[in-house]
């Protein structure tokens, strides 16, 4: 079963959040889906504020090989082409972002832990849920509880 909190962060609180990440593990932030290979891999949350855009953040201690995919059926034709992460089993923090529009609608921080993996996972999942949990820590500390389970950042 994969586990998950509730979020909803400003860009600023991205900001310090990533510092925090950075501060604990030397990570690769990916966004998903992405028009080509190369714009897959970034530095930094958008400046730009996309609601519901997932990240995912990987803590490079845990090695890994990127296997991507390429979407092929895409009804608006938007993202026809565009790559994203195939490998369900990989090492990753997902990051979802909140959307602002809507006060019900959280982002969430989640590891899929060994929800979808018919296999046994092919990292330490119990180093990784170590680093999994100083990721909620943060949060928790950081945030403020808005109802059980769902922190809320900067200005709310």
């Known amino acids: 079963m994969g586990k998950q909190i ?4 400003t860009i600023k609180d ?3 959040f990533l510092d925090f990440l950075n501060s604990i593990a030397n990570i690769q932030i990916f966004i998903s889906p992405a028009p080509n ?3 897959f891999y970034i530095n930094c ?7 519901n855009q997932k990240y995912y953040i990987w803590n ?5 090989s990127l296997e991507l995919g390429k ?5 608006t034709g ?16 997902e990051y979802s972002r909140h959307n602002f529009e809507d006060e ?3 982002g969430r921080i989640y590891w899929s832990k060994n929800f979808a993996s018919p296999n046994p996972l092919k990292y330490d999942a119990a180093l990784f849920e170590k680093w999994y949990n100083k990721v909620v820590r943060w949060i928790r500390k950081n945030g403020k509880q808005k109802e059980k389970g769902r922190f809320l950042f900067g200005c709310f």
């Open 71 to 75: 979407i092929t059926h895409d009804k």
């Open 78 to 93: 938007e993202r026809q082409n565009w790559f994203f992460i195939k490998d369900y089993e990989a090492p990753l923090i």
């Open 60 to 64: 490079k201690e845990f090695k890994w």
């Open 45 to 51: 949350f958008s400046k730009e504020y996309n609601a």
């Open 6 to 9: 509730a979020v909803a962060m």
């Open 14 to 16: 991205e900001e310090n």
């Open 37 to 39: 290979k190369e714009a």
């Open 104 to 106: 019900k609608m959280y």
